[in-house]
């Protein structure tokens, strides 16, 4: 029987999760591919470090090592950083090997690239595993994009970040505290940076971009905020109007444009995200035949992300996966349109005897905190005024939540 031969880079939360797989689901992976998938080579970067890894793998520091196996089918990538990886993943495309990436922050700079060289060298790239960890939202995105035309894509796409919202609003656990643990469970980046302060969703969200639209918008007009703003007193005050913050990535497009924006957005009860909690991630796709759909599931993790791998590993072997997918679609059907229409929106820092009059009053949450409606251009000129110190916006429902008393307010 022929022989499936891996390489592995990285060997920690990710590459060993797909180690340990390859080896608890041989069976499944000889029977689907017929042939035996065998773990030829690891990368890491500190030799001294004690592994669970078989004696007959090779465990090298040297990239070259790998490239000068006799047999290398596919090569797997889970370290980190845009480069060495980059080139490591180039000379493996070039030497005939299939790749798969877990690596968001290098395929987002420089995925088109690697999928060029792909489609010229006849090898497949697998990147399931770049967006939602465990959930197989490109495959269902791809598959989605044959006839349906996608409007508008959001999604909870940091683990961590939903994690430690999570552990801040039900434990009262303090926003230090939740990160460590995120840290100890393998969820966060190796510099936690890139999920706190959006990097990582933002990585994700070109990727979806590039996936839904064929395009992705310019990365300077993209509004990127993290969770770092977001108090206990904060959430606290939300949970009490019966909204919750989830860090939310949204896409759309109208005309031709795409416009995205990442950071922390309040949600109703009524909202899919509302009950997404811990590192579960969801993405909601509205498009023109099918409607609304949500996927949710893991977003980070051992498990989840080597299930991404294997099943990648998969289309790979079987060369399923189209390199042209990424960059092909032309058609997409108007997402919804935020111009200057009234918003909800909790404010803070801003006083009802103000009598300010770009905005309605909806609600006095607390001394400090509001609920009020006004357009993103109001908002935009109210902050410009230093009337309001910070504000989020409202998705979802909830002005119905509220004319059906699902939630009581405090003062209207
Ligand atoms: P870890 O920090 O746990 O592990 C990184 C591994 O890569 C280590 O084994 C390290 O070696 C090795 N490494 C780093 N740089 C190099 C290098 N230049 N040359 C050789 N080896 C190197 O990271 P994760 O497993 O958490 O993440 C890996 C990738 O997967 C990242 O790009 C991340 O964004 C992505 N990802 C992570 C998920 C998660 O849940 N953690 C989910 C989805 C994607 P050594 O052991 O010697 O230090
Ligand atoms: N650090 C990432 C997260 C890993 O927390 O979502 C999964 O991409």
New binding site residues.
Partial sequence: MSVIKVAILGFGTVGEGVYKTIHSHAQELEGVLGSKVEVAAVLIRNKQKKRNIDEDVLITSDFNEILSLPQLDVVVEAIVDKEPTFTFLKQAIRRGSHIIT?N?EMFAHHGNELLELAESHKVSVGFE?????GIPVIQTLRQLLNVNRVGTVQGI?????N?ILTEMREKKQSFAAALRL?QEKG???ADPT??VEGF??FY?TMILSRIAFGKEPNWQNVEREGITSITRELIETAEKLGLRFKHIASISKIGSQINAAVKPTLVGKSHPFYGVEG?E?AVNVHSDIVGRITLQGP??GMFP?ASAVIEDLVYVCQNQLSNKNFTNITEACDGEKKGNEKELWLIQGLSKNDNNPLITWVAQATDETAIIQASREEIEKLINQQKATCYFQIIGEYEKEIKNKEVTLAVL
């Fill in positions: 877990a968001k595993a770049t967006v939602a960890g796409l940091n683990g961590t970040s994690f995120a969820y966060a980046e890139n999920d990582d969703a994700k590192v991630n977003g980070a992300t």
